[in-house]
């Protein structure tokens, strides 16, 4: 079959961006031919992207570059007129960006009828027999207008269009995402959180029915584990290639990258000495990556050869080194000024608790050197390295669609101990039956003043289990992570979801609303 899949962002970095660029991929594997509608003018570099077309602002094709054959799939970025609305304000060279709040009505029909031109002109180039449509805004009413009558399509809700656009301007998104779902024969959610989310704020009691579970997938067999030697001779293969890379000028881009920095970061791990924890994800405030940091002199307390890596990119990166910083020089007025800045309560409140006494203070010496930050990492460089990793936190204290980098750390065979609520809290669920007693109860961490402590003491506990404990459970982790997550079977339950085949699709997690 051919399909027509809408994204209309970047094709790497995270989120919804990485799911579009892995599930491409597997509808391939599967047989299937995918137009793709994206913003990322280096689609060309992708080994998976076998042509890259090109569309004038009235949607006319002004060329296709074919790169390889067979062509599997083929890219097209719409002239947008300059102007890329996001849900979280991030930097795109090339474009003016604003969030779809701060956008006029205006600017947003501007954007929604190029996006229409684009999908009308690639569909009549190729008739789809199926169509993914991601995001709840504004992509399915750009497909609404634009798909041929007849063709069927699922839409993906991601929760980004969910918490940043509907709940924040209900007035002005609820009419157009219900416009765009009206005739979808599935919505696909990463989780029963965002379910839940998307029938409390669109308001339609007709959803539950055509609302299926659809997370995003693992790559198990990249992300899979490795023995420590071998890990590590990956990294530091991976970390070579960057070095041997001639130095890129910033070209400002949110997802911009310093390879000579992050090469240097690599070397300078070495999970054969010393338990590793990860951290992976953007750095902004709502990520909790503060309270991760504040628990790691508790950890260090127990574990002093115990190393924390942080891979991720945002606008909490350079606070974050502040608070390493300010830590590991024991003076803590600069926390509690970066507390008052950046409103982190609950770091505030293990501070106002008296947390950090003189014995926290002294294992806070060593943060500086057990603390790397690596920037950001494509996910065939991340795959080792968590994998040279015995545990990954996630410590969002906001709600998540899916925990996919959970997932990920799970079929890498590194223990993940995340927040327990949203889709986090659901991976957890998934994974903990494999698992024995003892390791259940450290999957998971409540968000609230003791969330530091809390952290703390799962990390240590795990770190000081036996060894032969902790491969058996690290071996559990990847066969569930095996057997419940993967992009191929992500992408037949695409396929069904287009078709309307309810029944092929696992249910929420959840009763139906009344």
Same mark, same amino acid.
């Not at 007709?206 to 071998?230: I, K, N, S, W, Y």
């Not at 409140?349 to 943060?367: E, K, V």
């Not at 545990?391 to 925990?403: H, L, M, R």
């Not at 957890?428 to 998971?444: M, S, Y």
């Given at each position: 079959?051919?399909?027509?899949?809408?994204?209309?962002?970047?094709?790497?970095?995270?989120?919804?961006?990485?799911?579009n660029a892995r599930l491409v991929p597997a509808l391939v594997r599967a047989g299937h031919t995918v137009d793709l509608l994206a913003q990322d003018a280096q689609a060309d570099e992708l080994d998976w992207v076998d042509a890259v077309g090109r569309l004038a602002a009235?949607?006319?094709?002004?060329?296709?570059?074919?790169?390889?054959?067979?062509?599997?799939?083929?890219?097209?970025?719409?002239?947008?007129?300059?102007?890329? *609305?996001?849900?979280?304000?991030?930097?795109?060279?090339?474009?003016?960006?604003?969030?779809?709040?701060?956008?006029?009505?205006?600017?947003?029909?501007?954007?929604?009828?190029?996006?229409?031109?684009?999908?009308?002109?690639?569909?009549?180039?190729?008739?789809?027999?199926?169509?993914?449509?991601?995001?709840?805004?504004?992509?399915?009413?750009?497909?609404?207008?634009?798909?041929?009558?007849?063709?069927?399509?699922?839409?993906?809700?991601?929760?980004?269009?969910? &918490?940043?656009?509907?709940?924040?301007?209900?007035?002005?998104?609820?009419?157009?995402?219900?416009?765009?779902?009206?005739?979808?024969?599935?919505?696909?959610?990463?989780?029963?959180?965002?379910?839940?989310?998307?029938?409390?704020?669109?308001?339609?009691?007709?959803?539950?029915?055509?609302?299926?579970?659809?997370?995003?997938?693992?790559?198990?067999?990249?992300?899979?584990?490795?023995?420590?030697?071998?890990?590590?001779?990956?990294?530091?293969?991976?970390?070579?290639?960057?070095?041997?890379?001639?130095?890129?000028?910033?070209?400002?881009?949110?997802?911009?990258?310093?390879?000579?920095?992050?090469?240097?970061?690599?070397?300078?791990?070495?999970?054969?000495?010393?338990?590793?924890?990860?951290?992976?994800?953007?750095?902004?405030?709502?990520?909790?990556?503060?309270?991760?940091?504040?628990?790691?002199?508790?950890?260090?307390?127990?574990?002093?050869?115990?190393?924390?890596?942080?891979?991720?990119?945002?606008?909490?990166?350079?606070?974050?080194?502040?608070?390493?910083?300010?830590?590991?020089?024991?003076?803590?007025? *600069?926390?509690?000024?970066?507390?008052?800045?950046?409103?982190?309560?609950?770091?505030?409140?293990?501070?106002?608790?008296?947390?950090?006494?003189?014995?926290?203070?002294?294992?806070?010496?060593?943060?500086?050197?057990?603390?790397?930050?690596?920037?950001?990492?494509?996910?065939?460089?991340?795959? *080792?390295?968590?994998?040279?990793?015995?545990?990954?936190?996630?410590?969002?204290?906001?709600?998540?669609?899916?925990?996919?980098?959970?997932? &990920?750390?799970?079929?890498?065979?590194?223990?993940?101990?995340?927040?327990?609520?949203?889709?986090?809290?659901?991976?957890?669920?998934?994974?903990?039956?494999?698992?024995?007693?003892?390791?259940?109860?450290?999957?998971?961490?409540?968000?609230?003043?003791?969330?530091?402590?809390?952290?703390?003491?799962?990390?240590?506990?795990?770190?000081?289990?036996?060894?032969?404990?902790?491969?058996a459970v690290r071996a559990a982790l990847v066969a569930t992570a095996r057997r419940r997550f993967g992009w191929d079977g992500v992408a037949a339950g695409v396929i069904a979801a287009a078709q309307g085949r309810h029944d092929d699709l696992a249910p929420l997690p959840?009763?139906?609303?009344?």
């Amino acid at each position: 079959m051919h399909l027509l899949v809408f994204h209309g962002y970047l094709l790497r970095g995270t989120g919804s961006n990485v799911y579009n660029a892995r599930l491409v991929p597997a509808l391939v594997r599967a047989g299937h031919t995918v137009d793709l509608l994206a913003q990322d003018a280096q689609a060309d570099e992708l080994d998976w992207v076998d042509a890259v077309g090109r569309l004038a602002a009235d949607g006319a094709v002004t060329g296709v570059e074919v790169l390889r054959e067979p062509v599997g799939v083929t890219v097209w970025q719409p002239d947008l007129g300059g102007l890329l *609305p996001v849900y979280v304000k991030d930097r795109y060279p090339g474009f003016v960006v604003k969030t779809f709040v701060e956008c006029s009505d205006a600017e947003i029909e501007a954007y929604v009828a190029a996006n229409v031109r684009a999908i009308c002109a690639v569909a009549k180039r190729r008739r789809p027999d199926l169509a993914l449509i991601n995001h709840l805004v504004m992509g399915p009413v750009a497909a609404a207008r634009g798909l041929p009558p007849g063709v069927p399509y699922a839409v993906k809700v991601h929760g980004s269009d969910l &918490e940043y656009a509907i709940a924040v301007d209900p007035g002005r998104f609820v009419g157009a995402a219900r416009e765009g779902i009206a005739r979808a024969a599935t919505l696909l959610v990463g989780s029963g959180h965002t379910a839940r989310r998307m029938f409390e704020l669109l308001e339609d009691p007709g959803l539950a029915a055509r609302t299926r579970l659809g997370p995003p997938g693992v790559d198990t067999q990249a992300f899979a584990r490795r023995a420590p030697e071998q890990a590590r001779a990956e990294v530091r293969a991976i970390a070579d290639g960057l070095l041997a890379a001639p130095a890129r000028a910033d070209d400002g881009g949110t997802f911009a990258r310093d390879e000579h920095a992050i090469a240097r970061a690599l070397l300078s791990l070495d999970p054969t000495d010393g338990p590793h924890v990860a951290y992976v994800g953007k750095l902004l405030r709502n990520k909790g990556v503060d309270l991760l940091a504040a628990a790691w002199p508790i950890v260090l307390a127990a574990r002093s050869d115990a190393k924390l890596v942080v891979v991720g990119f945002g606008d909490f990166a350079a606070p974050f080194d502040a608070l390493v910083t300010a830590l590991g020089s024991g003076d803590l007025d *600069p926390v509690r000024e970066l507390c008052a800045e950046f409103d982190l309560r609950h770091l505030a409140a293990f501070l106002d608790a008296g947390g950090a006494d003189a014995a926290y203070l002294a294992a806070a010496r060593g943060m500086p050197a057990s603390v790397t930050r690596t920037g950001r990492l494509e996910h065939h460089e991340l795959a *080792p390295l968590l994998s040279a990793c015995t545990a990954q936190v996630v410590t969002s204290t906001f709600p998540e669609a899916f925990g996919m980098v959970a997932a &990920e750390g799970a079929a890498a065979g590194a223990l993940p101990i995340v927040a327990a609520h949203s889709g986090l809290d659901e991976v957890a669920a998934t994974l903990a039956p494999g698992l024995p007693p003892e390791a259940r109860e450290l999957l998971r961490f409540e968000i609230g003043p003791r969330t530091v402590a809390d952290m703390a003491d799962r990390l240590v506990t795990w770190l000081a289990m036996a060894p032969d404990r902790q491969d058996a459970v690290r071996a559990a982790l990847v066969a569930t992570a095996r057997r419940r997550f993967g992009w191929d079977g992500v992408a037949a339950g695409v396929i069904a979801a287009a078709q309307g085949r309810h029944d092929d699709l696992a249910p929420l997690p959840l009763a139906a609303p009344a």
